[in-house]
């Protein structure tokens, strides 16, 4: 048993089975054979299969049929905790790891880079961009960034470049090769193979140092999510920024963002879930009123078929698309219970997430004794708990409410 990997039971309500169309479709590691619901870092390769990099349980592809999991007791994969993922032109993928710095496979081999054995000054790798020339740029939370052409290494760090501090979080690239780095506490730092340029929240529009995730969109604009600030753009001269104050966006640190194809922006946050913003209208989907399971987003991506792959803290992957999907897979009329906890395992508190709302919750030990029961105040999808009474050990959490019943289980530790 894998005590790590979150749980699913689930309590299906209707019996007959349909070819649907939906504007949501779930996978997490009940229903699929995704790892780990905890998902970090997605991206799509050239022949539409996804790549999902989870926090406990490695990578998982899926190419619409068939998943494939990846891991280090089964591959060359160094970590099971995959921070980013990012795909060369020659299909070869990269994956950057917490404790393990990064490995590549080509489809056939695998590869290992890390301060040991290469020039990548530390194993923490949060962040991979290729540019146009095939060089990977590795940003790591301990020592800076780290360019890779092939054969040379090159280090840029606070002592030696324009880096304000070696806690790189975010890299992008733009039309004109710039590489723009989000930095934890830092702000932004730019660099365009000769000149460094810093912006932070002393000397430009930027509403907090901690810089998240970057993205540009088709004009150039470059898009900024932070961690307590909300997003901001910034065109080059002028700097705007939205919030949960002054915009739709529900809530200010912004993990992820991803543009489409009407260049309309996708923010995922980390506690109000996805806002969409066309330029004048804001649209949120959180738990509560779509069928995104967790409100904790890490990662978005659009497909070209302008769905977005949703990679959540608990929820494992959703994909939504408003025009809807054409599900291929024979599903429940009526979708399961989805219930899942987090952390897992647990220590002081822990988080339940509910596809239906409930009433209240009940706790077992494996002999089937009662020894937690709570009657919530009113009806809730999400909630917290306080298990820090219970001894260490395997538990069973039952919840219930006036749609139906579902257990999980959890540790707590």
């Known amino acids: 048993?894998?005590?790590?990997?979150?749980?699913?039971?689930?309590?299906?309500?209707?019996?007959?089975?349909?070819?649907?169309?939906?504007?949501?479709?779930?996978?997490?590691?009940?229903?699929?054979?995704?790892?780990?619901?905890?998902?970090?870092?997605?991206?799509?390769?050239?022949?539409?299969?996804?790549?999902?990099?989870?926090?406990?349980?490695?990578?998982?592809?899926?190419?619409?049929?068939?998943?494939?999991?990846?891991?280090?007791?089964?591959?060359?994969?160094?970590?099971?905790?995959?921070?980013?993922?990012?795909?060369?032109?020659?299909?070869?993928?990269?994956?950057?790891?917490?404790?393990?710095?990064?490995?590549?496979?080509?489809?056939?081999?695998?590869?290992?880079?890390?301060?040991?054995?290469?020039?990548?000054?530390?194993?923490?790798?949060?962040?991979?961009?290729?540019?146009?020339?095939?060089?990977?740029?590795?940003?790591?939370?301990?020592?800076?960034?780290?360019?890779?052409?092939?054969?040379?290494?090159?280090?840029?760090?606070?002592?030696?470049?324009?880096?304000?501090?070696?806690?790189?979080?975010?890299?992008?690239?733009?039309?004109?090769?710039?590489?723009?780095?989000?930095?934890?506490g830092g702000g932004i730092a730019s660099f365009d193979g000769n000149t460094w340029k810093v912006y932070n929240s002393a000397n430009s529009g930027l509403p907090n140092d901690t810089v998240l995730t970057i993205a540009i969109d088709g004009s150039g604009t470059k898009w900024f999510g932070t961690e307590y600030g909300g997003i901001a753009s910034f065109d080059g001269s002028t700097w705007t920024v939205y919030n949960s104050d002054n915009s739709g966006l529900p809530y200010n640190e912004a993990r992820s963002i991803a543009i489409d194809g009407n260049g309309t922006k996708w923010f995922g946050t980390f506690g109000g879930g996805i806002a969409s913003f066309d330029g004048n209208t804001w649209t949120v989907y959180n738990s509560d009123n779509s069928g995104l399971l967790s409100d904790d987003v890490y990662s978005i991506v659009i497909d070209g078929s302008g769905t977005k792959w949703i990679g959540a803290f608990g929820g494992g992957v959703a994909a939504f698309n408003e025009n809807g999907i054409i599900n291929s897979v024979n599903e429940p009329i009526e979708p399961v219970e989805h219930i899942i906890v987090y952390p897992n395992p647990a220590h002081n508190q822990l988080t339940v997430i509910a596809s239906r709302a409930k009433q209240s919750v009940s706790i077992y030990n494996l002999q089937g004794q009662q020894v937690k029961s709570i009657k919530l105040k009113g009806e809730s999808k999400k909630f917290t708990i306080n298990v820090d009474n219970l001894p260490t050990g395997l538990y069973i959490l039952k919840v219930s409410g006036d749609k139906g019943m579902g257990d999980t289980k959890f540790i707590k530790y």
Do not use: E
């Open 1 to 184: 048993m894998k005590l790590l990997n979150l749980i699913l039971i689930t309590c299906v309500f209707l019996t007959n089975i349909v070819m649907s169309q939906t504007q949501w479709i779930h996978y997490n590691t009940y229903n699929s054979d995704l790892p780990d619901n905890n998902v970090r870092a997605i991206i799509i390769d050239g022949s539409g299969t996804k790549w999902f990099g989870t926090f406990f349980g490695g990578v998982a592809s899926y190419d619409g049929s068939s998943w494939t999991v990846y891991n280090k007791d089964n591959s060359g994969l160094p970590d099971n905790y995959v921070l980013s993922i990012a795909i060369d032109g020659s299909g070869t993928i990269w994956f950057g790891t917490l404790k393990g710095g990064i490995a590549s496979f080509d489809g056939s081999t695998w590869k290992m880079y890390n301060k040991d054995n290469s020039g990548l000054p530390y194993n923490d790798v949060s962040s991979i961009a290729i540019d146009s020339s095939g060089t990977k740029w590795f940003g790591t939370y301990s020592g800076g960034v780290a360019s890779f052409d092939g054969s040379i290494w090159t280090v840029y760090n606070s002592a030696n470049s324009g880096l304000p501090n070696d806690m790189v979080s975010s890299i992008t690239i733009d039309g004109s090769g710039t590489k723009w780095f989000g930095i934890y």
